[in-house]
């Protein structure tokens, strides 16, 4: 449990912290592109205007010597012949003509930017600017916004890896003590409890055929079984929190599911219950054996317990897209599709429908502890008044 709270307020914290990064880095670099852009564009219309309102003293628009290297303009024909160009000191003529050439056969260089007009005179303006200046320097911020980003988001993910053990710490030390007490206390409790059921079983014999005093010694007994059933379980689940890894054989799935299953068939007929089973031989499975026995009991225990009279129960052991698949169904069913979500918790025993049944309400709590410890996929799911659980080994 501790494990998985600070897993996820790792996983959340570092999620955050690296949209927050990718947002603050990917804003600056966009709004240096959109900046560069609308340079360029501003650029662009200086010299369109320079051509449009700078004449000579003969009414014809000068020939312009043009200061920015980046930065030019032609004047052409209706046969996209050049009439009028500046003087550009950067590039050499040579060099203009083959960009004007390429332009014009729609070849336009990756890092210009281009605008026509067409003048009064029937004449074409063609404008355009060389970017490569900007273009370098957006690579070269991308780049250095880049690394800082993914130094920052190294760096604040480990911090977030290290808090995540000092934010949990104080929920760890409450639940280990919570753990100690439940552990604690149920093992002072099996003595009493065993105490009272020897002390009542000695007393209904002696107490001969007295019916009252025989129903009430009844009720004791079964509460103090009760309680030590819970004792039991909460036991069971302490020693489960305080494992973490579990012990690992190969050994003969199917003779141990057989072998558990075949134990409850008892059970079931003194019920009236039909119990059967399908379980396929010699499959050879690693984990743990005691596991799989106690995940099969409590199953079939739920199973006959939470099933109506004259109920089906089936267990079936098989191989599936390379899984061992159990599934224990049971018809008759007393569970709700709404309480499904609930199933797994602590203590749950559901509704008014099943509140006279016997149990602790911790039987699926161990279930999903152990398919945590496993690695096993639980799933349940009610149809047709059929319960169905299923476990992938």
């Not at 119990?275 to 009991?297: C, D, P, R």
């Not at 049944?357 to 398919?371: C, D, F, P, S």
Request: hydrophobic residues 40%; proline residues 2%.
């Amino acid at each position: 449990m501790i494990k998985k709270m600070r897993l996820k307020f790792f996983t959340v914290t570092s999620a955050i912290v690296v949209a927050m990064i990718l947002i603050f880095c990917g804003t600056i670099i966009i709004t240096t592109k959109i900046r560069n852009n609308s340079e360029a564009k501003s650029s662009l219309n200086r010299i369109i205007g320079m051509f449009e309102v700078i004449p000579d003293e003969t009414g014809e628009t000068v020939k312009l010597q043009m200061n920015d290297i980046r930065s030019f303009a032609v004047i052409l024909d209706s046969d996209n012949n050049i009439i009028k160009k500046p003087n550009v000191s950067y590039y050499t003529e040579q060099e203009v003509d083959n960009y004007i050439t390429e332009i014009l056969n729609g070849n336009t260089p990756t890092h210009f930017l281009i605008t026509k007009k067409s003048l009064p005179s029937g004449e074409i303006l063609v404008a355009w600017i060389d970017r490569s200046v900007e273009i370098k320097e957006l690579n070269s911020l991308t780049l250095t916004v880049s690394l800082i980003g993914a130094s920052s988001i190294f760096v604040l993910v480990v911090l977030v890896w290290f808090l995540s053990f000092w934010i949990v710490k104080p929920a760890r030390t409450s639940l280990d003590r919570q753990k100690r007490f439940i552990s604690e206390a149920s093992h002072e409790l099996k003595t009493p409890l065993t105490i009272i059921s020897a002390g009542v079983e000695l007393l209904q014999k002696q107490k001969g055929n007295n019916t009252d005093t025989k129903k009430w010694l009844g009720d004791i007994k079964r509460q103090s079984e009760k309680m030590s059933d819970m004792t039991a379980a909460l036991l069971s689940l302490s020693k489960l929190d305080e494992t973490n890894t579990a012990i690992k054989t190969e050994f003969d799935l199917s003779q141990t599911i057989l072998k558990e299953v075949l134990s409850f068939e008892s059970v079931a007929y003194e019920q009236g219950k039909e119990f059967l089973h399908e379980i396929t031989e010699s499959i050879i499975y690693k984990g743990n054996a005691n596991a799989v026995m106690q995940a099969v009991a409590i199953l079939c225990d739920n199973a006959i317990k939470h099933s109506g009279d004259k109920a089906i129960i089936n267990v079936t052991l098989k191989k599936q897209n390379g899984k061992n698949v159990l599934t224990v169904a049971n018809t008759g069913s007393k569970i709700n599709n709404d309480e499904i979500p609930f199933l797994f918790d602590r203590f749950y025993r559901g509704s008014e429908a099943r509140s006279e049944t016997q149990g602790t309400g911790l039987g699926l709590a161990i279930l999903k502890l152990l398919a945590e410890q496993n690695n096993w996929k639980c799933d349940v799911k009610v149809e047709n008044e059929k319960t169905i659980f299923t476990i992938n080994l």
